[in-house]
């Protein structure tokens, strides 16, 4: 009778440190996947922060090549004089009044192309549009972090942000923007950005990834004639 109570206690013990040492490794299994679970969360969410922080400073770059174009026709406008022998669209004469230099007076010229965005430090011009092919890389300063293209030679390969823009200037020259002699043509400004991150390669081309770009587009026209 002993020896029978005895044996049954030995087994249930036996058996409640069976099921311990289960619970011990489900306990385990279940802590394992909750801190993959938050690891693989943390790491998609520093991603997503680094597109995310990318994709501002492209649409920044973006904007500031558009921008640049216009104010190289603005101060056009500003430092040409005005012509009294522009096109007339009331009349169909040519006693109109415009600033016939808007896209290549005192400010830079503003013609069919493709361009970077070049600083120069120091200079009394520091921004100007450079026609280029390949040279769309920009550089960081070390000190204030500011992204520039500085010289020719820098491609999207060579500058050390990792970012590239380009600039391309088309014209349309369909009415009312056809009368090249004074008022001139309608122009679109592209202002692309792209950049290397994840899953993302930086290629020296105009078609980079979609995932890591930016693209802008505008119009510019002679509108101080209408």
Same mark, same amino acid.
């Given at each position: 009778m002993h020896q029978k109570f005895f044996t049954k206690q030995t087994n249930q013990k036996a058996k409640q440190q069976g099921q311990t040492l289960i619970e011990t490794i489900?306990?385990?299994?279940?802590?394992? %996947?909750?801190?993959?679970? !938050?690891?693989?969360? &943390? =790491?998609?969410?520093?991603? !997503?922060?680094?597109?995310?922080?990318?994709?501002?400073? !492209? %649409?920044?770059?973006?904007?500031?090549?558009?921008?640049?174009?216009?104010n190289v026709r603005d101060t056009n406008w500003l430092k040409d004089t005005l012509s009294t022998d522009c096109y007339n669209f009331s009349t169909g004469n040519s006693d109109g009044l415009c600033y016939k230099q808007w896209m290549n007076g005192g400010g830079g010229n503003i013609t069919v192309g493709t361009y970077s965005l070049r600083f120069g430090e120091g200079t009394t011009?520091?921004?100007?549009?450079?026609?280029?092919?390949?040279?769309?890389?920009? =550089?960081?300063? /070390?000190? /204030?972090?500011?992204?520039?293209?500085?010289?020719?030679?820098?491609?999207?390969?060579?500058?050390? /942000?990792?970012? &590239?823009?380009?600039?391309?200037?088309t014209s349309d020259n369909f009415a009312p923007f056809d009368?090249?002699?004074?008022?001139?043509?309608?122009?679109?400004?592209?202002? /692309?950005?792209?950049w290397k991150g994840k899953n993302c390669t930086m290629t020296p081309d105009v078609n980079p990834?979609? =995932?890591?770009?930016?693209?802008?587009?505008?119009?510019?026209? =002679?509108?101080?004639v209408f």
């Open positions: 489900v306990a385990c299994f279940i802590l394992v %996947m909750g801190i993959t679970a !938050a690891l693989g969360l &943390a =790491n998609y969410s520093l991603g !997503a922060t680094n597109g995310i922080k990318q994709q501002i400073v !492209a %649409m920044g770059l973006a904007r500031e090549g558009i921008e640049a174009v216009k011009s520091s921004w100007s549009l450079s026609s280029t092919g390949t040279d769309y890389g920009l =550089n960081t300063t /070390s000190g /204030s972090g500011v992204l520039y293209n500085g010289a020719s030679g820098v491609t999207a390969l060579t500058g050390n /942000s990792g970012f &590239a823009r380009k600039i391309t200037i009368h090249s002699a004074d008022i001139g043509p309608r122009l679109t400004i592209t202002s /692309s950005v792209w990834d979609k =995932n890591c770009s930016v693209t802008l587009k505008t119009y510019l026209t =002679n509108w101080r």
